[in-house]
Structures are given as C-alpha cells and as structure tokens.
C-alpha cells in the first residue's frame, strides 16, 4: 500500500513537471507577441503623429498665404480708394470753380440790365406822363353811387362822402326817400324797386341815373330782421349782386364792398356762407379796382349815438 501511493505521487509530480514545462513556452510566446503589438502600435500612433504634424505645417502655411493675400488686397483697395477720392475731389474743385465764374457772369450781366433800365426810366420819366389809377381825382371830383345808405354803414359812409372836397356827386339807391343824410347840394336820392333795379336804372343799357366813377355797397340785414331764410338772400345776395351788376354797367371803375368777419362760400352756416358766396360772384364781374371789407358785429345802438352827434368842422 505505502509503495502504492508513493508510486501515485510520483506519477503526480511527473505530471504537474510536464505541465509546467508545457505552459511556460506558451506563455513567453504570447508575452513576445504581446510586446511586438505594443511595438507595432506606438511605431504606428509615432507614424500618425508625425503625418498630423506635417498637414498642421502645411495647413499653416496656407493661412500664412491666405493672410498676405489678404493684406495684400487691402493695400491695394485702400490706394484705389484714396485715387478715387483725390479725383472726385479735383472734379469738385474744378465745379466750384465753374459755378463761380457762372455766378460772376449772371451777376455781371445782372448789373449791365439793371444799369439799362436805370437808363431807361430816366428817359421815360422825362417823356411820359404816370398813368393815373383808378381812384385818381377828376378835376371835376368822383362820381360815387351807393346802396344800403341807411343801413348801421351806410349812415357814415354818405356823411363823409357829402363832406370830402374830392367827391362832386353822391347817389344813394333805396326803397324811398331818407331824412338821415345831412342836406347838400351833392345828394341825389333815387327810389327804386329792388327787385327791378337793373332794368329802371339801366334800361337796355341806356342809363338813367348817369355815369360813375366808384361803387359802394353797404346793403345788408339779419335772418331775423328778414324773417326766414329766403327773405334774408334776397337782400344779402340778390340784391347786393344786382347793385353790382349794374356799376359793371355803368362804367364803374373802383367797387367796395361791405360783407361781414368770417365769410365763407364754403361754410354751413347761413349767415357767412351767404357773404361768402356774394363775395365769389362779385370777383367774377372783374372790376379795376375791387375792395372787400368785413366788419365784426355791428352795434346799431352805439351807431344811433354816435350820429346823434354833431359832425366835427372841417
């Protein structure tokens, strides 16, 4: 039994010696692969960064190039820029001086005709007559007809007009005779119907009353003195156009008209709207000499005393 087992551990032994020396060249074999790997890796990630190093220098001298173009193209648009801005700058010197030479001839120019028609108005001056105006007094003074002569105007227009030593004749159209004008050899009343006014004066354009030099309106009255609308255009508008239309034809050169503050053809109002339309179709008639006046309110009261007083000597 002892020579048994002493056989069997022999044989153990053997056996763990033959193992061993058949695991130990297969481990130094794979332990020299291994390194052979590792070599072949590091001569390798050596390769790649060299290779990476080489495109770097490369890549870099690329940009070096790129920036130099750069500079280069830089250079070359800031010398184009400054030739461009000296040329415009020399174009522009060269129209400032075209411009003032131009402004020296026109004022040269200038001044030769203004010396010529110094010239000649000296020459007419002593050989022609000023031409009169309109309003220039006659020498036997103006003829001046007026309607509305009763009115809160009216009754110091025709004072004044009787007084001036410049006026020789004052006619005043009404619906009858008035006491209200102060007694002169100058005044003439005509009664008239209004609404025929034309045709009594001026019949086929034969007039009646004679012929004049200015035209004065001061005819108007209030919605409520007329009683309704229509009544009050009559008067403003109708009437008014009418007188007009008859110193047209009567040789009138100077008309004066009396509306009120604020007229206006285009408002929504009676009152200025009526004025303002009176006004248009008076300007259409095409006087010489056309005057319009617009007055604020009137105060008829304050007008009653005033010429309840005795007129200033002259």
């Known amino acids: 039994a002892e020579t048994e087992e002493r056989a069997i551990a022999e044989l153990s032994e053997h056996v763990e010696g033959e193992k061993e020396s058949i695991e130990t060249p297969r481990t130094k074999k794979s332990d020299k692969k291994e390194k052979n790997e590792e070599k072949e890796e590091e001569e390798e990630e050596e390769t790649n960064a060299e290779v990476v190093e080489e495109e770097e220098k490369v890549e870099q001298r690329e940009i070096d190039k790129g920036e130099d173009d750069t500079n280069e193209s830089k250079a070359e648009r800031v010398k184009k820029s400054k030739s461009r801005k000296r040329k415009k700058e020399k174009e522009e010197k060269k129209e400032k001086e075209k411009v003032v030479t131009d402004a020296e001839i026109v004022l040269e120019e200038d001044k030769e005709s203004t010396e010529k028609k110094l010239e000649e108005s000296d020459t007419n001056e002593?050989?022609?007559?000023?031409?009169?105006?309109?309003?220039?007094?006659?020498?036997?003074?103006?003829?001046?007809?007026?309607?509305?002569?009763?009115?809160?105007?009216?009754?110091?227009?025709?004072?004044?007009?009787?007084?001036?030593?410049?006026?020789?004749?004052?006619?005043?159209?009404?619906?009858?005779?008035?006491?209200?004008?102060?007694?002169?050899?100058?005044?003439?009343?005509?009664?008239?119907?209004?609404?025929?006014?034309?045709?009594?004066?001026?019949?086929?354009?034969?007039?009646?009353?004679?012929?004049?030099?200015?035209?004065?309106?001061?005819?108007?009255?209030?919605?409520?003195?007329?009683?309704?609308?229509?009544?009050?255009?009559?008067?403003?508008?109708?009437?008014?156009?009418?007188?007009?239309?008859?110193?047209?034809?009567?040789?009138?050169?100077?008309?004066n008209l009396v509306t009120a503050a604020g007229s206006d053809s285009g408002s929504w109002l009676l009152y200025p709207k009526t004025k303002g339309q009176l006004e248009d179709a008076v300007k259409k008639l095409g006087f010489e000499d056309l005057h319009i006046y617009r007055p604020g309110l009137l105060d008829r009261y304050l007008f009653a005393f005033l010429l309840a007083l005795p007129l200033p000597e002259r």
């Not at 045709?199 to 004065?216: C, D, Q, T």
């Open 126 to 255: 002593t050989t022609e007559s000023p031409q009169e105006s309109p309003l220039e007094h006659k020498e036997s003074g103006l003829k001046v007809i007026v309607i509305g002569g009763s009115g809160a105007v009216g009754k110091t227009v025709v004072p004044e007009l009787l007084a001036s030593p410049h006026v020789q004749s004052v006619t005043t159209i009404g619906r009858k005779n008035y006491d209200c004008f102060p007694a002169s050899e100058k005044l003439k009343q005509v009664v008239v119907d209004m609404a025929d006014m034309k045709e009594a004066l001026n019949p086929s354009g034969r007039s009646s009353i004679g012929r004049f030099n200015v035209g004065i309106c001061c005819l108007g009255t209030t919605r409520a003195d007329a009683g309704s609308d229509k009544a009050f255009i009559e008067v403003d508008f109708t009437f008014c156009l009418r007188f007009a239309e008859l110193c047209s034809d009567l040789g009138v050169d100077s008309f």
